[in-house]
């Protein structure tokens, strides 16, 4: 019976704790995917069937994860993603999410659809930060978001291109998902929304089409770019020919994603996304990825793979609900530990030099 983060060992049980903490409403929105789940559930399992070749004898007295993400020094190449309404799982929300990243040295990046402005949440992340950002259909408001994280430190602004809409998560429609009255989207202004119960459904989806601009195309880059000197990152690209565009627009780096399963249900996973991905970029450009890491051998595969860095999702969500800080600092600790483990028994003492030879091809 796990009652507290000292009877955490994994991520596996920090979600079970996690799971016992929340409400349900915050329980369904954190865990909910698309339609069947179908890449919900391969986001962790293609995990398990990509099989490592460890080597020996290679002098790993010491393991050095530091590494850099567009100029930044980090510690670990582990990371937060952006997710919405951290308020929801801790009372101190996205600002114990900053403390614990930068104490840890990585970044986190901000979600638009934070219970806690970007500037306080800027004021504890100490420039270990990037904002992720949604285009309004009111191009002043996203044009003061921009402007707004520049102020505020943003080291870059990451444009999530996987949701024109919202995925249609089930259990959120069905048990009509509101955010609870003494919360709201602190940054777009929108103090207290609650969508009118009498229209049902889950009340994010109907925020994000009544608000979110589904029209954007690519030739919007141009205009991103024109508004802000902050670096570009494309958050929720699947395929090369997407890559090849994110290159030929002007982006500064491709953030692999599937949005945590809960956009495109039976989308490929990221993790098979990746390689023709590294391909058609060619190292011109930075690769990360994220979805369903829950072990340091999931994050040594990715970045056999060429990622540079991985981020996490809801494992930063089920730290928040078991304490705060102290139970984000968990989850990072945990997954850094075994990250140095699994390098120095694959025989590798730093992140250079990992290659797919790592990768077992069958
Ligand atoms: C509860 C929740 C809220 C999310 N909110 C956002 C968001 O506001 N913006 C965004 O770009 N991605 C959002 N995502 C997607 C995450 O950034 C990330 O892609 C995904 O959670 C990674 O998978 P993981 O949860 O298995 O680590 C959200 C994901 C979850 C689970």
């Known amino acids: 019976m796990l009652e507290s983060l000292n009877d955490v060992y994994n991520l596996h049980d920090l979600k079970t704790l996690a799971e016992a903490q929340l409400e349900r409403g915050a329980l369904e929105y954190y865990s909910s995917g698309a339609m069947d789940g179908h890449t919900l559930s391969e986001s962790t399992a293609v995990f398990s069937r990509l099989k490592l070749r460890p080597r020996v004898l290679c002098d790993v007295s010491s393991v050095d994860t530091r590494t850099t993400l567009l100029g930044l020094d980090l510690s670990s190449p582990l990371c937060a993603a952006p997710t919405a309404f951290h308020r929801m799982a801790h009372n101190e929300g996205e600002r114990a999410t900053a403390r614990a990243i930068r104490q840890f040295g990585t970044l986190m990046t901000l979600s638009t659809l934070s219970n806690t402005d970007m500037e306080e949440v800027g004021l504890e992340a100490q420039g270990r ?35 024109p809409r919202l995925g249609r998560r089930e259990i959120n429609v069905r048990n009509l998902f509101r955010l609870p009255p003494h919360l709201s989207i602190k940054n777009a202004g929108m ?51 997407d890559a090849k565009l994110t290159l030929e627009h002007g982006a500064n780096a491709i953030w692999v994603s599937t949005h945590g399963g809960r956009q495109v249900d039976t989308a490929v996973s990221t993790l098979e996304a990746l390689p023709e991905i590294v391909e058609a970029v060619n ?49 990072l600790n945990m997954l850094q530990y075994e990250l140095e483990l699994t390098m120095a028994l694959c025989g590798k003492n730093s992140l250079e030099g990992l290659k797919p030879d790592l990768i077992f091809r069958g």
């Open 283 to 331: 190292g011109q450009l930075e690769v990360y990825l994220d979805g369903g890491i829950r072990r340091g051998s999931d994050v040594l595969k990715v970045l056999a793979l060429g990622a540079r860095a991985v981020f996490l999702g809801r494992p930063v969500l089920w730290g928040l609900a078991c304490g705060g800080e102290a139970g984000v600092s968990k989850m």
């Open 191 to 241: 103090q207290g929304w609650m969508p009118p119960a009498s229209q049902g459904g889950d009340g994010l989806a109907e925020f994000v089409a009544a608000q979110m601009d589904a029209s954007l195309s690519w030739k919007d880059l141009e205009w991103l770019r024109s508004i802000t000197h902050l670096p570009i990152v494309l958050k929720g690209i699947l395929t090369a020919e």
């Open 129 to 163: 930060w990037w904002f992720q950002l949604y285009v309004f259909r009111d191009r002043e408001l996203t044009r003061s978001l921009v402007a707004r994280a520049e102020q505020a430190g943003a080291r870059a602004l990451v444009l999530t291109v996987d949701t």
